[in-house]
């Protein structure tokens, strides 16, 4: 355990990946965002989603944190299970960590009506609908997603090659696409229309921690092939 730990020091080594980067991304979609909502004639609420910016960081330090970690890890003597487990567990406080970010701008918002232009970044309705905790558990849930799909790409990317990476990503659009065609063409929006509504924000982030749970297993088996 205490070498696995020493991984999340190894990640952190440098901080501006984990925190100072995505407090930069934060505070500049913010600021974009007021400006922009206070040029918006009106006095009804505007909804955007500047917010999500730092999330799709969470894609590039997957990828970093495989790509360009994991060879010096190796120079350390650390085994390939202790890298995994512990750059695991350093995605989920950086996930930890973005998700009480959101819940302080929410509060903000709240506290300033919306920056006093009426404009909403991360106080939106359907995602606080179950509170604070649910709030949080949806914006968690979507960096550490993110996080691993960088991290299972790169982690394909260097036990197959670009190659296979490619395959895989041409036959998961392929699926997508089928999966979109079939609803087309049975009719089925409304159901899957209301079935998203009933599951919610948090159901939807439930249900994403699932499918990032698969991924981990997917990354973790294809890590032992993985060419440092």
């Known amino acids: 355990m205490r070498r696995t730990l020493n991984v999340i020091r190894l990640q952190m080594i440098n901080?501006?990946?984990?925190?100072?980067?995505?407090?930069?991304?934060?505070?500049?979609?913010?600021?974009?965002?007021?400006?922009?909502?206070?040029?918006?004639?009106?006095?009804?609420?505007?909804?955007?989603?500047?917010?999500?910016?730092?999330?799709?960081?969470?894609?590039?330090?997957?990828?970093?944190?495989?790509?360009?970690?994991?060879?010096?890890?190796?120079?350390?003597?650390?085994?390939?299970?202790?890298?995994?487990?512990?750059?695991m567990l350093t995605a989920v406080l950086a996930s930890t960590f973005m998700g009480v970010l959101f819940l302080i701008g929410g509060g903000i918002e709240v506290a300033?009506?919306?920056?006093?232009?009426?404009?909403?970044?991360?106080?939106?309705?359907w995602l606080w609908e179950a509170g604070p905790l649910?709030?949080?558990?949806?914006?968690?849930?979507?960096?550490?997603?993110?996080?691993?799909?960088?991290?299972?790409?790169?982690?394909?990317?260097?036990?197959?090659?670009?190659?296979?990476?490619?395959?895989?990503?041409?036959?998961?659009?392929l699926v997508l696409v089928g999966l979109v065609y079939l609803v087309t063409r049975l009719e089925l929006w409304d159901q899957v229309g209301a079935g998203i509504g009933d599951l919610g924000a948090v159901g939807l982030a439930l249900w994403g921690l699932v499918a990032t749970a698969v991924l981990m297993g997917v990354s973790f088996l294809a890590f032992r092939r993985a060419i440092p």
């Open 134 to 173: 649910g709030a949080f558990v949806v914006y968690f849930a979507l960096a550490l997603f993110f996080f691993v799909v960088g991290f299972t790409g790169a982690t394909i990317y260097k036990s197959w090659g670009l190659m296979v990476l490619t395959i895989v990503w041409i036959t998961l659009a």
């Open 15 to 87: 901080r501006q990946t984990f925190i100072w980067v995505p407090l930069i991304i934060l505070a500049g979609a913010t600021l974009i965002s007021v400006l922009i909502y206070a040029m918006i004639p009106g006095d009804s609420p505007k909804y955007g989603g500047g917010g999500q910016a730092p999330l799709w960081y969470f894609f590039a330090i997957g990828l970093s944190a495989m790509t360009l970690t994991f060879p010096f890890s190796q120079a350390m003597s650390i085994t390939r299970r202790e890298f995994f487990f512990g750059t």
């Open 112 to 125: 300033t009506n919306g920056y006093g232009v009426n404009g909403w970044l991360f106080y939106l309705p």
